[in-house]
């Protein structure tokens, strides 16, 4: 469903995503992990279309993502790391304005706003002015406008970042329920034990280049004498890791 070849992209003479080659397929939840400046919001921005990217071809379903943004912005959702919204708007303004802007009819756009609004748990505060939201309730409201066109990719940038944990374990729900589906999900987060728990396969990026890409179970081969939990292994990996060679499932 995903697919980057070749892709890289530098920011004056400082390479910020290299070579990346990657596949992740309908129906996988794939976690990007990696330092901060490693090149994974570098990697989501080219994807959505906020970033060129300076060599390679990033391909959504059969579009090219430079090439046809419109059809590629129609099967993707996208969450960034700070969520925005329009302070003098309220949730369901914000969600209705969203249903417009991707061309849903009345009907359809009301409908998709009336289930994100439930699915979120957002009606205590969806007529209130989003310039009172707190940042938990600013997320659970761009996770509703990411989902409200009904997309077939998932692309969440730092998820669960200041959400309590009832909001946590909803969106967990939502990301696995979601590839239960047949969709895709790409989730570049540094909450390393909720990887764990929900992601299918991991890619550990450092220094713009893809280092590890499969299993969890895969990297236990790769990275020994830890106690096999994800956060030791990646840590010990980028404690070991001197080259740019990756190593692969």
């Known amino acids: 469903m995903l697919r980057f070849e070749h892709v890289s992209r530098s920011y004056g003479s400082r390479l910020a995503v290299d070579d990346l080659q990657l596949e992740i397929?309908?129906?996988?939840?794939?976690?990007?992990?990696?330092?901060?400046?490693?090149?994974?919001t570098t990697t989501i921005k080219m994807l959505v279309g906020l970033l060129r990217p300076g060599q390679g071809v990033i391909t959504v379903g059969s579009y090219d993502a430079v090439?046809?943004?419109?059809?590629?912005?129609?099967?993707?959702?996208?969450?960034?790391?700070?969520?925005?919204?329009?302070?003098?708007?309220?949730?369901?303004?914000?969600?209705q304005f969203v249903a417009d802007m991707y061309?849903?009819?009345?009907?359809?756009?009301?409908?998709?706003?009336?289930?994100?609004?439930?699915?979120?748990?957002?009606?205590?505060?969806?007529?209130?002015?989003?310039?009172?939201?707190?940042?938990g309730m600013r997320q659970r409201t761009v996770f509703a406008a990411a989902l409200i066109h009904d997309p077939e990719v998932l692309v969440v940038d730092e998820p669960m970042v200041g959400l309590d944990p009832q909001s946590i374990k909803l969106v967990k729900d939502l990301l696995q329920s979601y590839v239960r589906d047949g969709r895709t999900v790409l989730m570049s987060t540094h909450t390393l034990a909720v990887a764990e728990e929900i992601a299918d396969r991991v890619g550990v990026m450092k220094t713009g280049k893809l280092m590890f890409d499969g299993r969890v179970e895969t990297l236990r081969d790769v990275v020994e004498g830890t106690d096999g939990s994800l956060e030791a292994m990646y840590l010990a990996m980028m404690e070991r890791l001197d080259g740019p060679a990756p190593a692969s499932e």
């Open 25 to 40: 397929k309908a129906g996988q939840l794939y976690a990007l992990l990696g330092h901060n400046g490693a090149g994974k």
């Open 67 to 95: 090439e046809h943004p419109r059809e590629v912005s129609r099967l993707i959702g996208y969450v960034p790391d700070q969520p925005f919204l329009y302070d003098k708007l309220s949730a369901r303004e914000f969600l």
């Open 103 to 135: 061309g849903l009819s009345a009907a359809a756009g009301a409908a998709a706003v009336a289930r994100e609004i439930e699915r979120f748990h957002l009606g205590d505060f969806a007529d209130r002015l989003a310039e009172s939201y707190s940042h």
